[in-house]
């Protein structure tokens, strides 16, 4: 059973900055598509960045050079470092997980068929 388990959120103040892990030890396939999401109150799952199994990267336009994408491939551990914290940062940020390649629509929900619980970020002004 396909568990991903995510760590390191918290409270920062603006400029900030956290690494996010997601732990997907039990996520085997060779081929797929990682990502991370987040979900302010009241308002959608958006995607943030997106990691192909060929460590290629993708990102949200809001996050871009802010944010980093990568993983630990030995250890099956996604992280998300992010630089630059902004109180608009603020949400339950979700680690993801698909048996596909990335693909145009892999920062959509719908593409990703494993998720996490989520770790809470929290940006204060």
């Known amino acids: 059973q396909v568990q991903l388990v995510e760590s390191g959120g918290g409270s920062v103040q603006a400029g900030g900055s956290l690494t996010l892990s997601c732990d997907a030890s039990?996520?085997?396939?060779?081929?797929?598509?990682m990502g991370w999401f987040r979900q302010a109150p009241g308002k959608e799952r958006e995607g943030v960045a997106a990691?192909?199994?060929?460590?290629?990267?993708e990102y949200a336009e809001s996050v871009k050079g802010r944010f980093t994408i990568s993983k630990d491939n030995a250890k099956n551990i996604l992280f998300l470092r992010m630089n630059s914290l902004k109180p608009e940062d603020t949400a339950m940020y979700y680690c993801?997980?698909?048996?596909?390649?990335?693909?145009?629509?892999?920062?959509?929900?719908?593409?990703?068929?494993?998720w996490g619980q989520g770790t809470q970020v929290t940006v204060s002004s």
């Open positions: 993801a997980a698909a048996p596909l390649r990335c693909h145009r629509t892999s920062m959509t929900v719908g593409w990703y068929n494993y």
């Open positions: 039990t996520y085997t396939y060779t081929s797929y598509c």
């Open positions: 990691y192909d199994s060929d460590g290629s990267t």
